[in-house]
T-cell receptor, first 113, second 114 residues
């Protein structure tokens, strides 16, 4: 069964620093992959998704992610963190025939001034 | 266009009671999915409805059920509540039934079981 692993439940960066949030998936068949962001007391908002084609995917708010099949990874990056980026980030993969999304446990990003 | 609306926003129940949560998808969306979010287990898929039919179901006991109406609005019901059912229940809608569709999430219903 597909599983998604996010390394690091908490990541703290300084404002202006690089943001790197790690995600690995388990399937031998590359699934569709997603990154969502959740702000306090809100639902999830899609940042970006990878289906097929270009392996570097650009999303909203300056985030991007690179699909690396050889590493079964889909890490999320942003060159320069902003205070408003503080939130919880979830990586997800499609569940194939199950028709659902399988989420990682989430990474809480803190941004220090 | 209005987003996904979930009601109520907060709910407090006691063990053994039952609860019904409501979700109104974005206009024109025909698929509604439900997820349970807890600090320990993270986000777990409950079920998905498309055109009033349950397409998929996650690994939850039969106490968890749902339905979708002809206007695409959906309800989920939890009977005989247990303390472990305390969670944020998120509803998401999409135009089509496939997971490469963009999912739009509501703000959730925070259920506390005492």
């Amino acid at each position: 069964a597909q599983s998604v692993t996010q390394l690091g439940s908490h990541v703290s960066v300084s404002e202006g620093a690089l943001v790197l949030l790690r995600c690995n998936y388990s399937s031998s068949v590359p699934p569709y992959l997603f990154w969502y962001v959740q702000y306090p007391n809100q639902g999830l908002q899609l940042l970006l998704k990878y289906t097929t084609g270009a392996t570097l995917v650009k999303g909203i708010n300056g985030f991007e992610a690179e699909f690396k099949k050889s590493e079964t990874s889909f890490h999320l990056t942003k060159p320069s963190a902003h205070m408003s980026d503080a939130a919880e980030y979830f990586c997800a993969a499609d569940g194939g025939s199950q028709g659902n999304l399988i989420f990682g446990k989430g990474t809480k990003l803190s941004v220090k001034p | 266009k209005a987003g996904v609306t979930q009601t109520p926003r907060y709910l407090i129940k006691t063990r053994g009671q039952q609860v019904t949560l409501s979700c109104s998808p974005i206009s024109g969306h025909r698929s509604v999915s439900w997820y349970q979010q807890t600090p320990g287990q993270g986000l777990q898929f409950l079920f998905e409805y498309f055109s009033e039919t349950q397409r998929n179901k996650g690994n939850f006991p039969g106490r968890f059920s749902g339905r979708q109406f002809s206007n695409s609005r959906s309800e989920m019901n939890v009977s005989t509540l247990e303390l472990g059912d305390s969670a944020l229940y998120l509803c998401a809608s999409s135009q089509g039934p496939t997971t490469n569709e963009k999912l739009f999430f509501g703000s959730g219903t925070q259920l506390s079981v005492l």
